[in-house]
């Protein structure tokens, strides 16, 4: 409770700190139609020996003082930037969604074009077929395969070719047992 009675004074004492418009050349003329400032409004949070510290929308910026021309006084409030901040977030949220889904857009786009290249590179491929390779007989007495009237090295070519075309794991083991022969 003792400590609540000084803290309560030292708030209500408290000067809330006030705007500046800092600039960094000689603001132009009334006539001039400029849009363009040279300057940085917001609020002092606290100056050293070489840069001042300012509360403006969206964060907190330390400018060099050497590179200050000139500051005039403005009334705007830390409270008012917060307040310009979430006025503006609903905003920044729906650009934010629109900016990643042109984003997505984009690179849908770009993955269309790059398939679309490499079937052009490519030509038109026709899916392998699935071309049954006769399985020869097997003779137990013997432990081999009998060829009947096929090579061993034209098995073996046909095998390899067709793991190439389909990638599977059964045209691996076939290829792998017809080398072992």
Not at 107 to 124: H, I, W
């Amino acid at each position: 409770m003792r400590i609540l009675a000084p803290l309560l004074c030292a708030l209500t004492c408290a000067v809330p700190a006030k705007a500046d418009t800092y600039w960094f050349a000689e603001p132009p003329a009334a006539t001039e139609e400029n849009p363009v400032f040279d300057c940085i409004r917001g609020v002092l949070l606290s100056e050293d020996a070489d840069n001042y510290v300012l509360r403006v929308v969206g964060g907190e910026l330390t400018v060099a003082k050497k590179r200050v021309v000139r500051v005039d006084k403005d009334d705007l409030t830390v409270e008012a930037i917060a307040k310009m901040e979430a006025d503006a977030a609903a905003a920044l949220a729906k650009a934010n969604e629109e900016r990643e889904l042109s984003q997505q857009v984009e690179r849908t786009r770009l993955d269309v074009a790059v398939a679309d290249a490499a079937a052009r590179r490519d030509g038109p491929v026709a899916p392998p077929a699935p071309a049954q390779t006769p399985v020869a007989p097997f003779d137990p007495v013997l432990g081999a395969i009998r060829f009947a009237g096929v090579s061993k090295t034209q098995l073996v070519r046909e095998a390899t070719l067709r793991f190439r075309q389909t990638r599977s794991a059964a045209d691996r083991r076939l290829m792998r047992e017809v080398r072992r022969l």
